[in-house]
């Protein structure tokens, strides 16, 4: 009895020491229990991918986010170079696609209007009278069910059902986070339809690569592989496809995102800047770079690689002007980051000039993007 008691002592007092232990966090600084919570009747967590070289990407399963993204500057400092929130409650309370996965359809739907085989469909219109990346309930918004397989890799699955924001089928999705060896931050989308539908996924990170996310982006320098872009009309619709040459759009050679940003050209001032699709010259080789940004300062550069025919770049024109805090307290600043969203172009499913997004019965929707990462 004398050994029961000493031992059931000793476990408690190990219990004891365990419980007030302070709760180790990520590299990123995260609390992992500041993201386990029940939403819409599921169960959110934060989770952990980690490569060789000692990168960190933190991932939640509330759409999806990409939260947090340490990598080396350089001068071998571990940097957060993506926007986001370090707690669950502000994803779910502030309006926000911070690291989202995007969909049904990513990017706007003129009216938020589309017909297919002959039906007309109606969507969600929140944003100038149209449909933006699947309505104010879109996938960033759900949660996903999550499977981390090892280390670096987290599958994402959702189940879309037909008729969720007005869009037909039922669309399985999986989403696949890869954290690969060489840097790079590797997703990869995959979805199946029991009916004719349109998909268009993509990711939304909000990325500043100058270390310091308090800071805005005008400094980094961008280049994007694309001869085309898609014009806009004022609600930010496509109107065609137009040549960047002798344009604010020609990104071909390595430009700082700041330099023609608020030049006195219809495009920009559509956009409040930068907020276009470009028609990428790689024709789906994800071998080829599509897009490259790098930042004086840290040294940290970021090359997009992808199979989609176009990418969208935001400067963060519609930020706050005030600013929104973030990870830690930090104050996001108006245009304090970037996006690279890769893409179907907006509206295709009214633009038969455009590549379709038309997916079938019987058909596998496959997208790739991957975001490298490197020093120079």
């Not at 070289?53 to 993204?69: F, W």
């Not at 929130?85 to 996965?101: E, R, W």
């Amino acid at each position: 009895m004398k050994r029961l008691s000493i031992a059931a002592l000793a476990l408690c007092l190990l219990i004891g020491c365990n419980e007030n232990k302070p709760e180790q966090t990520t590299l990123s600084g995260l609390k992992k229990s500041d993201f386990v919570s029940e939403v819409q009747g599921k169960t959110t967590e934060l989770y952990v991918l980690t490569n060789s070289n000692g990168i960190e990407a933190c991932i939640t399963n509330l759409g999806g986010r990409l939260v947090s993204l340490m990598v080396p500057d350089k001068n071998g400092n571990m940097k957060d170079v993506v926007l986001g929130y370090d707690n669950i409650s502000d994803y779910v309370n502030v309006d926000g696609n911070y690291g989202a996965l995007i969909g049904r359809y990513g990017n706007r739907i003129k009216d938020g209007k589309f017909t297919l085989d002959g039906v007309e469909y109606t969507l969600p219109q929140n944003n100038f009278g149209h449909s933006l990346h699947g309505g104010p309930e879109g996938y960033h918004t759900r949660v996903w069910d999550a499977n981390q397989v090892d280390d670096q890799t987290l599958v994402l699955t959702y189940l879309s059902k037909d008729g969720e924001a007005g869009y037909p089928g039922n669309l399985d999705i999986k989403v696949t986070y890869k954290l690969t060896n060489d840097n790079a931050v590797d997703i990869k989308y995959e979805a199946t339809t029991d009916k004719a539908t349109v998909v268009n996924l993509t990711n939304h990170s909000y990325f500043n690569l100058s270390g310091d996310l308090s800071t805005q982006n005008l400094d980094q320098i961008i280049m994007i592989n694309a001869d085309n872009y898609t014009p806009v009309g004022e609600t930010l619709i496509p109107t065609g496809i137009e040549p960047v040459e002798g344009t604010p759009m020609d990104l071909r050679e390595p430009v700082a995102i700041g330099a023609h940003i608020d030049d006195e050209f219809e495009q920009l001032q559509f956009g409040k800047g930068y907020d276009h699709n470009w028609v990428l010259n790689t024709n789906g080789n994800l071998n080829e770079v599509a897009a490259r940004v790098v930042s004086p300062k840290s040294g940290i550069v970021l090359e997009v690689y992808t199979n989609e025919p176009g990418i969208q770049f935001y400067a963060g024109n519609f930020m706050e002007e005030a600013g929104d805090k973030g990870k830690h307290g930090v104050v996001y600043p108006f245009r304090g980051a970037f996006c690279l969203e890769t893409q179907h172009y907006p509206d295709s499913p009214n633009q038969p000039g455009f590549p379709s997004t038309v997916l079938l019965p019987g058909e596998k929707y496959m997208s790739r993007c991957i975001y490298k990462f490197t020093v120079e």
